[in-house]
């Protein structure tokens, strides 16, 4: 967009589909170690995605009920390169919250305790546990509040 515009191209890309690619006045991303907003002109760089919602600001409606010009995403993971003007988002998996099957994430979820009682010595096997536990939590996080 022209510089005057104060607007962010904003693209959020899977493996299977675009799911969003507008202009918008910000972004707010799920890191790995909490959540980062980013504005038109924001320094350049690179993270990896955490579990949770993907928030465009001032975009396009999407009729999901949410503010005017706002629309929200879950991620499971992936990565985001930012540059002054733009967001790109790589996501590995991302759905509208409409589209999260709520009783499928708790059987995840379950499924991420029964990993985490069996782990036993394993760090390896804690920490799959606890991903699997933080990308159901944030599912249905975002399939069930009111935004």
Do not use: C
Request: no cysteine; charged share 30%.
């Amino acid at each position: 967009m022209a510089d005057e515009t104060n607007q962010l191209r904003v693209r959020l890309v899977t493996p299977e589909r675009t799911l969003f690619e507008h202009a918008a006045t910000a972004v707010e991303l799920p890191s790995k170690t909490g959540y980062f907003e980013v504005l038109y002109g924001h320094a350049p760089l690179m993270a990896e995605l955490g579990a949770g919602d993907v928030i465009v600001h001032g975009g396009p409606n999407d009729q999901s009920g949410l503010a005017d010009g706002e629309s929200r995403y879950n991620v499971s993971w992936g990565f985001v390169e930012v540059l002054g003007d733009r967001v790109t988002i790589l996501a590995s998996d991302a759905l509208k919250p409409a589209e999260i099957d709520v009783k499928r994430a708790e059987e995840q979820r379950d499924r991420g305790q029964q990993m985490w009682k069996e782990a036993g010595e394993s760090e390896h096997a804690y920490t799959e546990a606890l991903r699997v536990i933080s990308e159901a939590e944030a599912k249905i996080s975002s399939a069930t509040e009111k935004h």
